[in-house]
């Protein structure tokens, strides 16, 4: 089958979601590792960081873990969070920086507490993923409790076109959906449960498999 290319929107780079980099600011000083004297890190952080050290040969290989670790105790990647980070690993925040911006599962400013990523990669973007996401920003864009971003790739393109919610994913999803997960999220329900990937199936018997 072939696919015409001119059905799935590209921005000027080239991809289909827009850039993700920032420049790099030469007029600050150089970056240097926080002194652990200055730098207040709680002892619970510090643990956990410490203890994902341990487990790698190169303790760089813990900076994904560590900045997770960071993030879900400061809701995204503040100045603060990577500072405590770097400070537990001996590492310059610059450095954990230059990660963190490579991944869409990191948070570089203040976000709304629910997680609303749109995959908008080839397969959901021949379903219809392009005119949801659009309408999930008309819908939920606004809303200071929504975090809404389209995703490169979810790796679930069998139920495309769909979406992440709070990690929960779902679909295949249609415009109506929007507004049925914007209620669930603000009535603490579970989230669009009749299209959980989780709830389909062959999912269900497996997650129940490895309990």
């Not at 209620?183 to 989780?198: H, N, S």
């Amino acid at each position: 089958m072939s696919i015409d290319p001119t059905r799935v929107k590209r921005y000027a780079h080239g991809s289909r979601v827009p850039g993700w980099d920032s420049s790099v600011d030469l007029t600050k000083d150089p970056a240097v590792v926080p002194d652990p004297a200055t730098t207040y890190v709680p002892a619970h952080v510090r643990t956990e960081i410490e203890s994902l050290m341990g487990k790698y040969p190169d303790i760089r290989s813990a900076a994904i873990p560590s900045m997770k670790v960071v993030q879900r105790e400061h809701g995204w990647l503040s100045p603060t969070a990577m500072e405590q980070a770097a400070c537990v690993m001996r590492l310059t925040p610059a450095y954990l920086v230059s990660v963190a911006s490579f991944y869409d599962m990191f948070e570089l400013s203040p976000k709304g507490a629910n997680d609303v990523y749109v995959c908008t990669n080839i397969s959901c973007s021949l379903l219809g993923a392009d005119e949801i996401y659009a309408h999930v920003k008309d819908v939920l864009g606004g809303d200071p409790d929504f975090n809404v971003r389209a995703f490169e790739c979810l790796g679930a393109c069998e139920i495309a076109p769909m979406a992440s919610v709070n990690g929960k994913y779902v679909g295949p999803l249609v415009k109506d959906d929007v507004e049925r997960l914007r209620d669930d999220v603000k009535a603490g329900r579970e989230v669009l449960e009749d299209k959980q990937l989780v709830k389909r199936k062959a999912a269900s018997k497996h997650w129940q498999e490895q309990q």
